[in-house]
């Protein structure tokens, strides 16, 4: 496509319930973030992945959080037992080049409009 | 590590005014630093990136920022501000073989007629 899509854009759910959030990357690129943003602060890096693999899962906060790509192209981010505290914008971001953020062509992370997840 | 620290959680200026969008940043080395803009209801889009060539760097609509190391200050300006200006922007740092990038919380501008 001709930018990275998520789906839902706005997804609403009670407390304790499981979700999945879409992440549609460029074509091509094989680099893929997701990001968390909160009310009133910036995002924070949740997973990135290397192709199908997830090269580094550091960001993510528990165990109830999880994130797939089984095929190297689209992820999905999986939330278990959601607490209030989930509620947060999820943003996904892909690169072509995956070897540092800003480097040479190809490193720029291009993001989505996003996920808001409302845990009620 | 890497940090940034955005001053002024919101900025009003008059159509014609200078913008100006404070960033101080800390890393333990040296830094990638970016500029990010967030229309209503869009993703992130990227405005300007340092990554250690020239210290004054220019991004698309008329942006650009000045890396100074004495000060850690990676600020953003603009001339002139237009309505289409009106937007949340975030400063964001990364170290230079780094995948992860550090936002800090960010500026939300509006834009008096």
Redesign the interface.
Known sequence: GA??SQTPSNKVTEKGKYVELRCDPISGHT?L?W?RQSL??????LI?FQGTGAA?DS?LPNDRFFAVRPEGSVSTLKIQRTERGDSAVY?C?S?LN??????GLGT???????TRLTVV | AQSVTQLGSHVSVSEGALVLLRCNYSSSVPPYLFWYVQYPNQGLQLLLKYTSAATLVKGINGFEAEFKKSETSFHLTKPSAHMSDAAEYFCAVSAADDYKLSFGAGTTVTVRA
């Not at chain 1, 009133?40 to 890096?45: A, I």
């Open positions: 930018g990275v680099a973030y990001y009133g602060q910036g995002p924070e890096f990135y580094d960001g943003l971001a690169s995956p070897t540092g953020i800003g480097i720029e992370a291009f993001f989505g409009q996003g």
